[in-house]
């Protein structure tokens, strides 16, 4: 095999990632070697590079966390996978598996989890490390293009739909229609819920309908709590905020009905200005999800496999991915970008 691989390396925050040969690394106990076959381009990874988070990653770094590929060497230590099995490298790279957390079906909580393409090399590269207690098992038939968004987006919001406590039939907003949110309405639509969308660009919002929302707003042109309360006769019973500007986060305060929930996806660095008379009156519930645990992985990708959720995906090279984070931040990137080795 040969010893070298080529990558997407963060050098310095706020610079563009160079694309340069690296060394193949060697799998450790409980770690798989694997040839990568495709790689989402979340976000996060645009975060990641310019440093915008209060942790920041150790440097030289490569991002990306929705990388699927052959496994191709193990490391000592049991496993459950074998060489030839299609898997994935998830946010959740590995926990410790014995805290408080990780004993109570909270591992993404877990305070020694390392975090894939953070604080341990990910996916943006023709190689990748995993930990097979941890990563992805890719179910059989899937498209290896279709299923990486699957991997970060698609948990990520299946699962905050999940802690919003809506139920079939009840009105959710999913504010932010990029790669998070248009899986979001998507789950949100075979979990049974009547989805409004909610974004800045009328492209998103027509790809929102597309995938099934009922009403969409444009927060640009609209004030998105009047269009929402109106349309709701008194508001969302559950709203998810996958938004990359802190503004949409105030106004989702506005947009819940009494006695809602709202869940933060999104992590654009920065504040929110929120009315606590409003929050106390109305009896909102505010909260954070971050992606999902391993079965929560497991019951996303098994929608996926079931044909319920079909990611909008356009496959990019790995030379591409400078100009995908340009494009993530001007906020002209429809669904998810992903990239073929
Ligand atoms: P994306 O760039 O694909 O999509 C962001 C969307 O937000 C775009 O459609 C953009 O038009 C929209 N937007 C921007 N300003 C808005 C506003 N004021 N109101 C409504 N919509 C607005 O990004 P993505 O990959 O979907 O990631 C979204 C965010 O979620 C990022 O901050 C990312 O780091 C975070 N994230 C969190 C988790 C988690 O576990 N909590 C997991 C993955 C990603
Ligand atoms: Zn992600
Ligand atoms: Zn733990």
Known sequence: MNQHFTAAVIDEFDKPLDIREVDLPEPGRFQALVRNIASGICHTDVHASKGDWPIKPDLPLIPG???????????????????????????????????????????????????????????????????????????????????????????TVYKALKVSGASPGQFVVISGIGGLGHLAVQYAVAMGMRVIAVDIADDKLNLAKRHGAEFTVNARSEDPAEAVTEYTSGGAHAVIVTAVHPDAFGQAVGMARKAGTIVFNGLPAGEFPASIFDIVLNGLTIRGSLVGTRQDLEEALDFYARGKINPTVKEVELGDVNEIIHGLVDGVIDGRRVIRY
């Open 65 to 155: 966390h929705e990388g699927v590929g052959e496994v191709v060497k193990l490391g000592p230590g049991e496993h459950t996978v074998e060489v030839g099995d299609i898997v994935g490298n998830v946010w959740l790279w590995s926990a410790c598996g014995t805290c408080e957390f990780c004993r109570t079906g909270r591992e993404t909580f877990c305070n020694e989890a390392e975090f894939g393409g953070y604080t341990v090399d990910g996916s943006f590269g023709e190689y990748m490390l995993v930990d097979t207690r941890y990563c992805a098992r890719i179910p059989e038939g899937s498209d290896p293009v279709e299923v990486a968004p699957i991997l970060c987006a698609g948990v």
